[in-house]
């Protein structure tokens, strides 16, 4: 890899950038191999600046969020990952609208608009997202998603070009919201709907002791593993081939929802993905349904 493009990165973000840095400290699942650099940037125009030095070396990057539904293989990431801060990770409200920096936290999010009497975003309390992975990825829970609420999108292109978007221009589906190719969300702007605080809080709260009660939020895992199959769960599909508590390594699918995978510790991000893979063909040998997976997988 480049030397000069690692002094020139060192140069401008200083302790900021981390070389060859495992990417298990990074991840939810604690699994992964050594980025070439874990960068933190604080603004639009070091996001920018990286992205179009990344461009000139032809090196890859990518996002991190906060490390959930992720899956960085055991030899590592050969490129940039890149941990939005600073003024990209503020929030503030503007009426009943949420600015929000990509690398805000979810779960932040969702605890100060309620406290301010805003509905819309009770569904995602214990969610363990970036507000910019939760665009990206169009994140939702109980009926509800980002995208209904996303009136607009602050990109940036690969070429270090900042653009806005409105949400309606970006088309989404299931789990999933059309990008430009290699953006990233520097910020969004949720539309919400004032509602008394206490009903927001309460709805918030229950919400949040429903995942607790039905997910294994104690265990190193990275979210659900599998979207849903039209029609039907893909917990319950797993479950149903009798594959909950099966173990490869240290990975195992959860006995607390089978949509899980926990690192019960020492897993190897090859144990995962071996074990996705092997849930995925004994419910296709049980039921004729492909499991497709939630989870992004890099350098594997």
Same mark, same amino acid.
């Given at each position: 890899?480049?030397?000069?493009?690692?002094?020139?990165?060192?140069?401008?973000?200083?302790? #900021?950038?981390?070389?060859?840095?495992?990417?298990? #400290?990074?991840?939810?699942?604690? +699994?992964? /191999?050594?980025?070439?650099? =874990?960068?933190? $940037?604080?603004?639009?125009?070091?996001?920018?600046?990286? =992205?179009?030095?990344?461009?000139?070396?032809?090196?890859?990057?990518?996002?991190?969020? #906060?490390?959930?539904?992720?899956?960085?293989?055991?030899?590592?990431?050969?490129?940039?990952?890149?941990?939005?801060?600073?003024?990209?990770?503020?929030?503030?409200?503007?009426?009943?609208?949420?600015?929000?920096?990509? %690398? *805000?936290?979810?779960?932040?999010?969702?605890?100060?608009?309620?406290?301010?009497?805003?509905?819309?975003? &009770?569904?995602?309390?214990?969610?363990?997202?970036?507000?910019?992975?939760?665009? *990206?990825?169009? *994140?939702?829970?109980?009926?509800?998603?980002m995208a209904e609420l996303t009136s607009g999108?602050?990109?940036?292109?690969?070429? /270090?070009?900042?653009?806005?978007?409105? %949400?309606?221009?970006?088309?989404?589906?299931?789990?999933? #919201? +059309?990008?430009?190719?290699? *953006?990233? +969300?520097?910020?969004?702007? =949720?539309?919400?709907?004032?509602?008394?605080?206490?009903?927001?809080?309460?709805?918030?709260?229950?919400?949040?002791?429903?995942?607790?009660?039905?997910?294994? =939020?104690?265990?190193?895992?990275? %979210?659900?593993?599998?979207?849903?199959? &039209?029609?039907?769960?893909?917990?319950?599909?797993?479950?149903?081939?009798?594959?909950?508590?099966?173990?490869?390594?240290?990975?195992?699918?959860?006995?607390?929802?089978?949509?899980?995978?926990?690192?019960?510790?020492?897993?190897?991000?090859?144990?995962?993905?071996?074990?996705?893979?092997?849930?995925?063909?004994? $419910?296709?040998?049980?039921?004729?349904?492909?499991?497709?997976?939630?989870?992004?997988?890099? %350098?594997?």
């Amino acid at each position: 890899m480049s030397v000069e493009l690692k002094k020139l990165i060192q140069a401008r973000l200083g302790a #900021r950038a981390r070389f060859d840095e495992p990417m298990s #400290r990074h991840t939810t699942w604690g +699994v992964g /191999g050594p980025a070439w650099c =874990l960068a933190r $940037v604080n603004s639009a125009a070091e996001a920018a600046w990286l =992205l179009a030095a990344c461009g000139e070396a032809g090196l890859a990057y990518k996002p991190l969020g #906060r490390g959930s539904n992720l899956l960085v293989g055991d030899a590592g990431f050969s490129g940039v990952m890149i941990r939005l801060g600073g003024e990209l990770g503020k929030l503030a409200l503007e009426g009943d609208t949420l600015l929000a920096g990509g %690398g *805000a936290p979810l779960p932040g999010a969702v605890r100060l608009v309620a406290r301010q009497g805003l509905a819309g975003l &009770e569904w995602a309390a214990g969610i363990p997202a970036s507000l910019g992975g939760a665009v *990206a990825t169009n *994140a939702g829970a109980h009926g509800g998603d980002m995208a209904e609420l996303t009136s607009g999108v602050s990109l940036l292109l690969p070429g /270090g070009e900042m653009i806005e978007a409105a %949400g309606k221009d970006l088309p989404s589906g299931y789990r999933r #919201r +059309v990008l430009p190719a290699g *953006a990233l +969300v520097l910020g969004a702007r =949720l539309k919400l709907s004032p509602t008394m605080p206490a009903e927001v809080e309460r709805r918030r709260k229950a919400l949040l002791q429903l995942r607790r009660l039905r997910q294994p =939020l104690a265990a190193r895992t990275a %979210g659900s593993v599998f979207k849903n199959p &039209e029609g039907d769960h893909a917990g319950r599909l797993i479950e149903a081939a009798g594959l909950k508590g099966l173990a490869v390594g240290g990975a195992v699918v959860s006995r607390v929802h089978a949509n899980f995978i926990e690192n019960r510790g020492g897993a190897s991000a090859a144990d995962i993905l071996s074990l996705i893979n092997t849930v995925v063909l004994k $419910v296709m040998d049980a039921f004729s349904v492909r499991l497709e997976p939630e989870v992004e997988v890099v %350098g594997v």
